[in-house]
């Protein structure tokens, strides 16, 4: 069973920086694509950031310049690394993975809360 775990969130004032990370454990033998989602309050969940396992990114427009997706592929990890956060950046993030197991599936984390105070 594949299991995805979030840490790094939190409250963090508007301008400042934060670190999301997620870790992959059980057994599987290889991981695709990483993606970053979150779900503002009252809102739909909207994707922030992609990786593929080839290293190609691609980001929501209301992030770019500011946030950066990286993996490491050893230890199956997928990170996000925000700067300049905004208000508007408060949701609870979310870290997809498309994991080959026993089948090829797409996994999610639980959730991790994000608070931007003004």
């Known amino acids: 069973q594949v299991q995805l775990v979030e840490s790094g969130g939190g409250l963090v004032q508007a301008g400042g920086s934060q670190r999301l990370s997620c870790t992959a454990s059980?057994?599987?033998?290889?991981?695709?694509?990483m993606t970053w989602y979150r779900q503002p309050p009252g809102k739909q969940r909207e994707l922030v950031a992609s990786i593929t396992n080839s290293l190609v990114t691609n980001y929501a427009d209301s992030v770019k310049g500011r946030f950066t997706i990286s993996r490491d592929n050893f230890e199956n990890r997928l990170f996000l690394q925000m700067n300049k956060m905004k208000v508007e950046d408060t949701a609870v993030y979310y870290c997809?993975?498309?994991?080959?197991?026993?089948?090829?599936?797409?996994?999610w984390g639980q959730g991790i809360q994000v608070t931007v105070s003004p």
């Open positions: 997809k993975m498309i994991v080959t197991a026993q089948n090829l599936g797409a996994y």
């Open positions: 059980g057994e599987f033998s290889s991981i695709g694509t």
